[in-house]
């Protein structure tokens, strides 16, 4: 599924390039803001899920912990890079048809 997050910021930054125009301060941050944004979705969000997945399994390994778990931790956090371009690519889409 591509990334809602990078669609929602990518759609904003083309509406405010439009109606702003995109030598304005305000489509500077807004493009900003979308690039913080897939960059989180992509990068920080989806090693975490990684980490989240290498840490469940050194829990469920028996013997090499004798920590307790209720609960197990989200693994599926963040996005691929083509799930997070192709959100963009919809969300630019988007806001030049609107």
């Known amino acids: 599924m591509p990334s809602s997050h990078s669609a929602v910021v990518a759609s904003l930054a083309t509406l405010i390039g439009k ?3 995109v030598g304005t301060s305000l ?3 807004a493009f900003i803001f979308a690039l913080v944004v897939m960059y989180d979705a992509c990068g920080v969000r989806r090693a975490a899920g990684k980490q989240a997945a290498l840490l469940n399994k050194l829990i469920e390994t028996p ?3 004798g920590v307790q778990v209720s609960e197990r ?3 599926v956090l963040g996005h691929t890079p083509v799930q997070v371009f ?3 690519l919809i969300g630019v889409t988007v806001g030049l048809i609107v």
């Open 27 to 29: 489509f500077a941050l």
């Open 63 to 65: 013997g090499l912990t």
């Open 73 to 75: 931790l989200v693994e």
């Open 19 to 21: 109606q702003e125009g």
């Open 86 to 88: 192709v959100g963009a």
